[in-house]
């Protein structure tokens, strides 16, 4: 198992619109291709900041989302953005 972390960085006053392109256009569309467990977190400190993470059984599934559906996505997203997003993907080795 895998878990895709994404840390988005919206401008000022787009928090909200971002954040609902980001569950509209890209969470449900993961959903279908099996990434399931998904939590949207907004940084405590800093209301710019939003982390989207999901766990993808299959890594290949991921893969084929980040290359099919975010790509197509990226060029309006970052139409909310003040920088780029950035990802990173996690093996869990453990869960307790």
Same mark, same amino acid.
């Given at each position: ?15 909200? @619109?971002?954040?609902?392109? &980001?569950? =509209? ?6 959903? $279908? ?6 939590? #949207?977190?907004?940084?405590?400190? @800093?209301?710019?900041?939003? &982390?989207? =993470? ?6 290949? $599934? ?6 099919? #559906? ?27």
């Amino acid at each position: 198992m895998f878990r895709a972390v994404a840390h988005y960085y919206f401008k000022k006053g787009m928090e909200f @619109d971002g954040i609902d392109f &980001v569950k =509209t256009h890209f969470m449900e569309e993961s959903i $279908k291709l099996g990434c399931h467990d998904l939590e #949207v977190s907004k940084d405590a400190n @800093d209301s710019s900041h939003w &982390v989207v =993470t999901g766990i993808w059984d299959n890594l290949e $599934k991921g893969k084929k989302f980040r290359s099919d #559906v975010m790509k197509k996505g990226e060029e309006q997203l970052m139409s909310y953005c003040s920088k780029p997003m950035f990802r990173e993907l996690f093996e869990i080795k453990e869960t307790h």
